[in-house]
């Protein structure tokens, strides 16, 4: 009579054995699947980011032109592109990209002073340009924001925080949001 249980029990021991097995991979896979998308999501940003900071050469010699070349607006942007270039983290790479915008807007503001500067045709191609970059930047840094926040409370839930521990995956920070400033 205990051979028959033991028949019966082996063989379903072994499949949730193997049901736990299975789930725990999938659910590895997925978290790993979820934290490529989030770099890589964020390599777009950066890349952006990057663009950005390349059409200020551009932007401050148009403007060098027309305005005294120790003129302020000259130095915000300065500071945020040395800032950018000494960050390492994305967080860190977010918000000396929203100083750089805030010193450019702050820029385009004073060459409204400056009536040569403020009809000059590559000045409104590159101002025009720093608005799309600036634009699709936000528009990246949300999606990037929203893929945190999944994959963060993914990795918060039980018994997937076993699996991530395991797996050691961590939570990861949003960027901060464009319309909160340096506050977040």
């Not at 270039?85 to 994305?90: D, F, G, N, V």
């Not at 590559?122 to 528009?139: C, H, P, T, V, Y």
Request: charged share 30%.
């Amino acid at each position: 009579m205990h051979e028959t249980w033991i028949w019966i029990a082996a063989p379903l021991m072994l499949l949730v054995v193997l049901a736990i097995f299975v789930y725990f991979s999938r659910t590895r896979r997925t978290l790993l699947r979820m934290r490529i998308d989030l770099d890589k999501t964020w390599a777009g940003i950066d890349a952006l980011i990057k663009q950005r900071h390349d059409e200020i050469p551009k932007l401050l010699g148009t403007c060098r032109g027309y305005m005294p070349q120790d003129h302020p607006a000259f130095g915000p942007i300065t500071r945020a592109r040395t800032d950018y270039l000494k960050a390492r983290t994305p967080q860190e790479k977010a918000l000396a990209n929203l100083a750089l915008a805030g010193a450019i807007e702050g820029l385009f503001k004073i060459a409204g002073e400056f009536p040569g500067l403020k009809s000059n045709a590559n000045f409104i191609k590159l101002r025009k340009q720093d608005a799309e970059l600036g634009k699709s930047i936000e528009e990246q840094q949300e999606f990037f924001n929203e893929l945190v926040r999944s994959y963060n409370r993914r990795i918060r839930r039980f018994p997937v925080s076993l699996v991530a521990r395991r797996a050691r995956l961590e939570m990861r920070e949003p960027l901060p949001d464009p319309e909160m400033g340096d506050e977040r």
